[in-house]
């Protein structure tokens, strides 16, 4: 009965270089969230996605960050141009699809990447 | 827009201490409450969460929350900790989408 994985849980990358960051959802869930975690603050919601569709980007930085979960495989946060405030631990957590009162979201281990 | 406000950042308690946790919350529609806890090198588990009915929630590992609307609050609480409560704690509140509290990191001594 597999978690929420998340994949690699730790990237480094230099300054300018590209990070891609991977989430497999529960089996059974088709509603993914991705959250950052920056030092000394607590977590904040970045995006909102079901299969090939975004629904919320509304915490995603409007330059190089986005987001995709297609319709096979895992969902992607890609990070270009990577710059040292970028820097923090990302997870990402899925729903099932069900009605609203089942909005329980269950979190991977956390991807920290590093940018040096 | 919705924010949590956790009223403790770092709480020292010794074994068999009780504890409790604030959380206050804005918003002004039918909200989703939950506190989840993170251990030391492990990802985010969820402690108890709070949809509608009774407003004092049993969670796991003897944690409790009540729900008080007119007060806009969620505050955690363990009549007795143990070593093994020491984590960070975030209260989080979402209609489909979370918001979190900062955290409050929980050390217990031995």
């Known amino acids: 009965n597999a978690g929420v994985m998340q994949n690699p849980r730790h990237l480094v990358r230099r300054r300018g270089q590209e990070a891609r960051l991977r989430c497999s959802p529960m089996?059974?869930?088709?509603?993914v969230y991705w959250y950052r975690q920056l030092p000394e603050e607590g977590l904040k919601f970045m995006v909102y996605l079901q299969k090939e569709n975004i629904i919320d980007e509304s915490g995603m930085p409007k330059e190089r960050f986005s987001a995709e979960f297609p319709k096979e495989g895992p969902s992607i946060l890609r990070i270009q141009q990577v710059v040292r405030g970028d820097s923090a631990a990302y997870f990402c957590?899925?729903?099932?699809?069900?009605?609203?009162?089942?909005?329980?979201?269950?979190f991977g281990p956390g991807t920290r990447l590093t940018v040096t | 827009a919705q924010s949590v406000s956790q009223h403790n950042h770092h709480v020292i308690l010794s074994e068999a201490a009780s504890l409790e946790l604030g959380c206050n919350y804005s918003?002004?529609?039918?909200?989703?409450l939950f506190w989840y806890v993170q251990y030391p090198g492990q990802h985010l588990q969820l402690l108890l969460k709070?949809?509608?009915?009774?407003?004092l929630v049993k969670g796991i590992k003897g944690f409790e929350a009540e729900f008080i609307k007119s007060k806009f609050s969620f505050n955690l609480r363990k009549p007795s900790v143990q070593w093994s409560d020491t984590a960070e704690y975030f209260c989080a509140v979402n209609d489909y989408k979370l918001s979190f509290g900062a955290g409050t990191t929980v050390t217990v001594r031995a």
């Open positions: 918003y002004g529609g039918t909200v989703n």
């Open positions: 957590a899925s729903s099932p699809e069900q009605g609203r009162g089942s909005y329980e979201q269950y």
């Open positions: 709070y949809f509608s009915g009774d407003p």
């Open positions: 089996k059974g869930h088709s509603h």
